[in-house]
Nanobody
Framework: QVQFVESGGGLVQAGGSLRVSCAAS????????MAWYRQAPGKQRELVAG????????NYADSVKGRFTISRDNAKKTVYLQMNSLKPEDTAVYYC???????????WGQGTQVTVSS
């Protein structure tokens, strides 16, 4: 069984930067592609960025391309999301989970709130 704990969220002004982290527990982290998802109030949870097991494949949502960078440290069982040039529309709760087709059905953590003010 896997657990994810997100951290690093906070309040930041538009144009600012923030890095969120996801610490995973349990076995098998290094053989799972990972992703960051986010959900704003009243909106669907969406994929923000995905990264393959060793980082050889990385995908970003069009809305964050050029601004966000996903990375992982398998030794630390941690996934990161560096967010630059933040916009108010990036405001959401950010979650990490397995990178898969669609939205994962379980293993969701509490997420970390990111609020971008204008």
């Amino acid at each position: 069984q896997v657990q994810f704990v997100e951290s690093g969220g906070g309040l930041v002004q538009a144009g600012g930067s923030l890095r969120v982290s996801c610490a995973a527990s349990g076995r098998g982290f290094s053989i799972n592609a990972m992703a960051w998802y986010r959900q704003a109030p009243g909106k669907q949870r969406e994929l923000v960025a995905g990264i393959s097991t060793r980082g050889q494949q990385i995908n970003y949502a069009d809305s964050v391309k050029g601004r966000f960078t996903i990375s992982r440290d398998n030794a630390k069982k941690t996934v990161y999301l560096q967010m630059n040039s933040l916009k108010p529309e990036d405001t959401a709760v950010y979650y990490c989970n397995i990178w898969t087709s669609g939205i994962p059905g379980h293993y969701w953590g509490q997420g970390t709130q990111v609020t971008v003010s204008s």
